[in-house]
Every structure is written in structure tokens, then in C-alpha cells.
């Protein structure tokens, strides 16, 4: 089953299918993958705003409270009073966005608390200090230890900011990597489908288009009568069975038409023997005792004593009409079968038919020697056909007929300058003339244009069948 075209068209369907699938499956996954680095990325970008706001609070804090510590001046305190009291809001949404990052969460995790120990350990009691006595901690030694936690803050803030530009980068590249793949997926998907249905048409054209336009090609063929034609029977499948159908088909036309030709030929010689015979019978018997019957009423006539003239009258007019009756009879026996045709040949019996023919003939024969019987018969009533219809109905002043042999075929042909118009379906006598060429493997066409005469060509095979 897995050999027809049915089998072989859904297996090349379900290819197509996953050549398809997969391309999208990988550009499916591409474009996923893509919409998630989209996210991280803006993640990304809004975690590097947030620590750099983090990073500016920490600065915020360390420059008002030296800026107060140095001048005293209150106002200057406010950006370290709006630092310290976002830094914790802020440290804690910093945590948050890195939540999918240990690493960078740890780090988070250590600038909240770092900046939560400078604020409350260091910066707040310090500014309190200075508050009550501003003087006392412009040499204090915790003045150098603010710069040091503000320089590890730094330090931290600085590895946080470069682990995630990195990741950030390689985000980037593995965004370049799925749109790549995005890209490559959608044109070998594309590629693959266009060879793959290039390639399957091609197929189809070979197994079936093709095979089927050498079916149509065939058919017509055996239309036009070649019932020899036959298909090669290599098809594919449902084709081949057709082919092999086809040729089968074929096969019982041809054998059909052999049987039929053959028995067109043997009614065509049953009818030739029957003529012989009914010539035969009437040359043998019926007019011979009509010549008997003849001679003896002549015979009887000149008996007759000279004192009965009424009664030799009366047997004169009985010979006068068996003489007339005996000639029709002969007339009748040659349209039979003629006896001059089966004694002396095609050549001669054409010369009778042109002779007895009303309108004038041109007679032209070259067949230098005998022919085969039916074929001889055949070509005797195909032209005593032509002289017949030429008189009663192409209204003609000459005919012209052409006997030859040549390549083993008997070629004849027969025209009149008649008014034309002939139709063998019509019931001029040319369709029983058509059934009689074509059982001896012959051909008959006739060519008959209105006011420009008729012509009826023959071709018949001069071998015994």
C-alpha cells in the first residue's frame, strides 16, 4: 500500500509538515526567548537606575554631611536628610529587582546593610556630635573613617554596576544569538519548503502529469482509429494501473475490431460465393432452357402450315419475348456476378463497365496481372458503384477512372465533372461500398464539393487476408 501515490502524497505532506513545524518551533522559541531578554534587559536597565540613584544617595549623604561639618550651616543637611530617609525604600527595590541573581542580590544585600551601618552607626551620630559641638569632630578620626565606608560603598556599588553591564552584555549577546537563530530558522524554512515543493512538483509532474498527457495522447490515437497504440506500463502506483487498464482496453479493441473485420470479410465472401452461385444457376440453367425454349418455338414456328398465319404470329411473339426476358436475364446474372470478371481479370471487366456505362468513360488500368479474387470483386463493384451514382445523380459528361498496382496495394480512383454534393450518408450505395473496402483492410474517401464534381479514391492491400 505504502507504493501508491495516496501513501507517497501524505508522507511527503507530513515532510512538508515537519520542515515547516520545525522552522517555526525555532523561530517560535527565537522570538520567546527574544520577548524574555526584552524583559531582562529592561530589568537590567532599571536595576543600573536604581543603583545609580543608590549610589548618588549614598554620595548625597556623605557630601551634605561634610559640607555641614565644615561650614555649619543647617541647609546644607537637607540633601542628607532626604538620602537617608529614601536609602532604605530604595536599598530594599534594589534587592527586589535582583532577586533571580544570588550573586548580585548578596551584593545588594551588602550595600543595604553597609549603608544602613553608616547611617545609623556613623553619619546620624556624627551630625548629632557636630550639632552639639561642631568644633570637636573637625579632627575627629571618624571623619576619615566616614571617607573609608563611603569608599567601600564605592567599591561595592562599582563591582554591582560591572556584573551587570556584563550580564547585561551577554543578555545582549544571547538576544543576537535567538534573533540569528530567529533569522536563520525563517529562511532555511523557507528555502526547505520552496525546494521541497519544487522538488515534490516535479515529482508529481513526472509520476503523474506526464503520464496522464501520454494517456490523453494515446487515447486520441485510438480515437483516430490506431488501435495499436499502447502505453508503457512503468507508472507509479495508481498510474500504473491506469496504464495497464489502459492497455488492456486497448488490447480488447483491437481484438474486437480484428473479429469484427474478420467477420465483415467472411459476410463479404459468403455474399461474392452466393453471387457466384446465383450467376452460375442462371448461366447453367435458367437460360440455357430459355435459349432450349427459343430454339424450339422457332422451330415450331417455322412448322406452322402457311394457312395459320394467326397462329405464327402468336409464336412470334412468344420468342420475341423469352429473346427479351433471356436478355434481361443476362444483364441481370452480370450484375450478379460477372462472369467476364472471374474468366478474364480486373482489366477487362472494368473495359465492360465502361462500355455499358451511360456516361462516357476515360478508363485508365495498369495492373499487369491477376489479383486476388476479393480484391478484384471489391474494386469491380466499387467503380460500377461510381459509373452507377455518376449517371443517376451527378448529372456528369465524363468520368474518368484509374486502376493501378503499385507497392503491393491496389490504388483507385474515380472521378466525374458532376454538380458535386454527394453524401455517403445519404443512401447513395457509398456506405455499402465503405463496408466492403474497409473488410478487406482498405480505404474509401470521397471528396464531393457542391458544382465542382466527386471523387472517390480507394485504396485497397492486393494480398489474400
Not at 561650614?71 to 527595590?93: K, N, V, Y
Not at 578620626?141 to 552584555?169: C, S
Not at 483491437?254 to 467477420?263: M, N, P, T, V
Amino acid at each position: 500500500m505504502w507504493r501508491g501515490l495516496t501513501a507517497r502524497t501524505v508522507v511527503a505532506s507530513g515532510l512538508l509538515a515537519l520542515v515547516v513545524g520545525s522552522a517555526f518551533a525555532v523561530l517560535l522559541t527565537s522570538v520567546t526567548q527574544l520577548r524574555a531578554d526584552d524583559r531582562r534587559a529592561l530589568r537590567a536597565q532599571e536595576v543600573l537606575v536604581t543603583a545609580n540613584h543608590l549610589e548618588r544617595l549614598v554620595v548625597d549623604m556623605e557630601t551634605g554631611q561634610r559640607g555641614y561639618l565644615l561650614t555649619g550651616r543647617e541647609e546644607l543637611l537637607q540633601p542628607w536628610e532626604a538620602a537617608g530617609a529614601s536609602f532604605g525604600d530604595e536599598a530594599r527595590t534594589l534587592e527586589q529587582l535582583v532577586a533571580d541573581n544570588p550573586e548580585q542580590q548578596a551584593r545588594a544585600e551588602r550595600i543595604a546593610a553597609e549603608g544602613d551601618a553608616y547611617l545609623r552607626d556613623y553619619s546620624v551620630p556624627l551630625v548629632a556630635q557636630a550639632r552639639r559641638d561642631r568644633s570637636a569632630v573637625r579632627t575627629l578620626p571618624e571623619v576619615e573613617e566616614g571617607r573609608r565606608r563611603v569608599d567601600v560603598l564605592r567599591a561595592e556599588f562599582d563591582q554591582f554596576l560591572a556584573t551587570e553591564r556584563r550580564l547585561a552584555e551577554a543578555r545582549q549577546d544571547g538576544s543576537e544569538a535567538a534573533a540569528n537563530r530567529a533569522v536563520f530558522a525563517a529562511v532555511a524554512g523557507l528555502a526547505g519548503s520552496v525546494l521541497f515543493v519544487v522538488v515534490f512538483a516535479g515529482y508529481l509532474h513526472r509520476v503523474i502529469v506526464a503520464p496522464v498527457r501520454q494517456v490523453a495522447a494515446t487515447a486520441g490515437r485510438l480515437a483516430a482509429g490506431d488501435l495499436g497504440s499502447r502505453l508503457p506500463e512503468r507508472g507509479v502506483g495508481e498510474v500504473g494501473v491506469l496504464q495497464r487498464s489502459f492497455n488492456a482496453m486497448a488490447g480488447s479493441l483491437e481484438q474486437g475490431r480484428d473479429a469484427l473485420a474478420a467477420s465483415r470479410a467472411r459476410v463479404v465472401a459468403a455474399g461474392d460465393q452466393a453471387r457466384r452461385r446465383i450467376e452460375r444457376d442462371l448461366h447453367d440453367g435458367t437460360q440455357q432452357r430459355l435459349v432450349s425454349l427459343i430454339l424450339a418455338l422457332r422451330a415450331a414456328e417455322a412448322a406452322v402450315p402457311p394457312g395459320s398465319p394467326e397462329l405464327r404470329k402468336q409464336l412470334s411473339r412468344a420468342v420475341d419475348g423469352l429473346s427479351d426476358a433471356l436478355e434481361e436475364l443476362r444483364e441481370l446474372s452480370r450484375g450478379i456476378h460477372p462472369a467476364i470478371l472471374s474468366e478474364g481479370g480486373l482489366r477487362p471487366a472494368l473495359r465492360a463497365l465502361a462500355r455499358r456505362s451511360a456516361v462516357p468513360v476515360d478508363l485508365a488500368v495498369d495492373v499487369p496481372a491477376r489479383l486476388p479474387e476479393q480484391v478484384e470483386v471489391g474494386a469491380y463493384y466499387v467503380v460500377s458503384e461510381a459509373l452507377a451514382n455518376a449517371a443517376k445523380h451527378a448529372d456528369a459528361s465524363v468520368v474518368e477512372v484509374e486502376a493501378r498496382l503499385a507497392a503491393g496495394r491496389l490504388h483507385l480512383s474515380v472521378r466525374d465533372d458532376g454538380t458535386g454534393g454527394a453524401d455517403p450518408g445519404r443512401g447513395s450505395g457509398l456506405v455499402g461500398l465503405a463496408d466492403r473496402v474497409h473488410a478487406l483492410g482498405g480505404t474509401l474517401s470521397v471528396t464531393s464539393p457542391v458544382g465542382s464534381g466527386t471523387t472517390l479514391v480507394v485504396d485497397l492491400p492486393a494480398t489474400e487476408r
